[in-house]
């Protein structure tokens, strides 16, 4: 289901943390041109590679067709300018001030546009003392505090395995962009709507921030378990770990009565949330023996179809083996095929296109010019001057 279906979206934005907003508003249905300079865009330079194309690139720039544009040259500047006139959105993550140099920043395209969205992610704001510095995802982790609270039990803090940072910036703004959308169609009025990703990355640290606030402790890395709910962890099981999570005493006595251990609720010691937290490590030693009676595969076979809350840690390989309905096959015309995420939702049991391929450097280039009102003698004098 094509939701956004009619809406026009510029994405001036490069790597992730952007990318991903125009992603998604490609996925469900708005039509989206990706503006790339002459030779690409950077990430595009970033492996692994297939038969020449980025992995990197591919997986974040689906559905979406591709103009390159020279902001240098001031016919390039012209064609950004209509392009914004176009657009009903207009997404970048560049520096702060750096859209304004190059003659297309907010006042300008406004201007152009007043019917214009124009979002934008920055590190650490538009505005203030750090409003300059570059920004990268792992730099944010450790600015905002989440690698201190990531890692194993007493041991160094290390980064999320994933641009969990660009990811849940660019979901921020898109939020913002979908509700000034909804704004626009009872005003008329355009807006600008910038994420952070340092204020982003507190957001995502709620649950920390919100103990250190309280308690004035200072949350450190946990490993597998949760530092206020028990039993939520990976227990050996026979073969490996699996994983359990028990938010509430009622699932933990489901827990009990699935391991043929009912007593265990009844235990003083772990009758209630606190007094499991506060007797974790006993509760982990007793949940082990038994665990380690059968296999992890054993396991979720057992426990699951009686409502018990658990799950094998499994490796991205497992995962496609195991939720094929998740992913999309996407089909690149020179990469070829790959598994790569699908929708995360479905509008009255629709789920939107995730399949269509990122496109290749300056594929629409002529086909995009010429829908904005380009002649085939323009577009051509364009080329010539190396504005696209």
Not at 303 to 308: A, D, K, N
Request: glycine share 10%; charged share 25%; net charge negative.
């Amino acid at each position: 289901m094509n939701v956004l279906e009619g809406v026009k979206v510029v994405d001036a934005s490069q790597f992730n943390a952007g990318p991903t907003v125009s992603l998604y508003l490609a996925g469900y249905g708005a039509n989206v041109v990706k503006v790339e300079r002459p030779g690409g865009e950077d990430s595009r330079a970033i492996g692994p590679f297939r038969e020449g194309e980025s992995s990197y690139f591919m997986s974040l720039n689906r559905g979406k067709r591709s103009i390159t544009v020279n902001l240098k040259e001031p016919e390039g500047v012209e064609v950004f300018k209509r392009l914004a006139r176009w657009a009903d959105v207009l997404v970048e993550n560049y520096l702060p001030g750096v859209m304004d140099r190059l003659g297309v920043g907010w006042e300008v395209l406004r201007a152009e546009n007043p019917r214009l969205i124009y979002g934008a992610v920055s590190g650490f704001g538009q505005t203030g003392p750090n409003a300059r510095r570059p920004a990268f995802d792992s730099l944010l982790q450790a600015a905002g505090g989440l690698i201190s609270v990531t890692g194993p039990t007493g041991g160094p803090p290390v980064r999320v395995g994933v641009s969990i940072v660009d990811f849940t910036s660019g979901l921020f703004l898109l939020s913002g962009i979908l509700s000034a959308l909804w704004r626009r169609e009872r005003t008329g009025e355009g807006c600008r709507v910038d994420a952070s990703m340092l204020a982003s990355t507190v957001n995502i640290m709620e649950n920390p921030t919100a103990r250190h606030s309280f308690t004035g402790d200072v949350p450190r890395p946990e490993g597998l378990s949760h530092p206020v709910v028990s039993p939520f962890s990976g227990y050996r099981t026979r073969d490996g770990l699996i994983f359990i999570a028990i938010s509430n005493t009622s699932r933990y006595r489901v827990l009990a009565e699935a391991l043929g251990r009912p007593e265990l609720a009844d235990d003083p010691r772990f009758l209630e949330n606190k007094d499991r937290v506060e007797n974790d490590t006993a509760l982990t030693a007793i949940l082990e023996e038994i665990l380690k009676e059968r296999t992890t595969a054993e396991w979720e076979e057992l426990l699951i179809p009686q409502g018990v809350t658990v799950s094998a840690i499994n490796d991205v390989a497992q995962v496609k083996e195991r939720f094929p309905e998740v992913f999309a096959e996407v089909a690149h015309p020179v990469a070829g095929s790959a598994l790569l995420p699908g929708s995360p939702l479905s509008f009255n049991g629709n789920h939107p296109d995730f399949s269509r391929p990122a496109p290749t450097v300056g594929q629409h280039t002529g086909e995009v010019l010429s829908e904005i009102g380009y002649s085939p003698e323009e577009i051509e004098k364009l080329r010539k001057a190396k504005a696209v």
